[in-house]
Nanobody, 128 residues
Framework: QVILMESGGGSVQAGGSLTLSCAAS????????MGWFRQAPGKEREGVAS???????YYGDFVKGRFTISRDNAKNTLYLEMNSLKPEDTAMYYC??????????????????????WGQGTQVTVSS
């Protein structure tokens, strides 16, 4: 069972950048599809980005080239580089891992229901 812990959140001004990290323990992330999700107050959790075991990447439409997801299996760590941040990016950001089949993951790579391990989250606040 993999245990996930996010870090790197904080407060930035619009246009700024942050890089989130998700350190895993208990198991190697090499066998998991991984993802970043976010949830703002009063809104549903939504998929930000995900990356398959084979490093296929998927992004939410709202990302529009501003974010990059990456994984370092040797360091057992997932990353999310965020640039050109906007106030609407303000949310709690969660790291997640999926041990479900690849076919299930690829059917909906940004669906929270396709991930079964979750971190506690890290807050990102973007001010205008």
């Amino acid at each position: 069972q993999v245990i996930l812990m996010e870090s790197g959140g904080g407060s930035v001004q619009a246009g700024g950048s942050l890089t989130l990290s998700c350190a895993a323990s208990g198991d190697s992330i090499g066998g998991y599809s991984m993802g970043w999700f976010r949830q703002a107050p009063g809104k549903e959790r939504e998929g930000v980005a995900s990356i398959s075991v084979g490093h296929n990447r998927y992004y939410g439409d709202f990302v529009k080239g501003r974010f990059t997801i990456s994984r370092d299996n040797a360091k057992n760590t997932l990353y999310l580089e965020m640039n050109s941040l906007k106030p609407e990016d303000t949310a709690m950001y969660y790291c997640a891992a999926s041990s479900y089949s690849a076919s299930r993951f690829f059917r909906a790579p940004l669906s929270p229901g396709n991930f079964n391990y979750w971190g506690q989250g890290t807050q990102v606040t973007v001010s205008s």
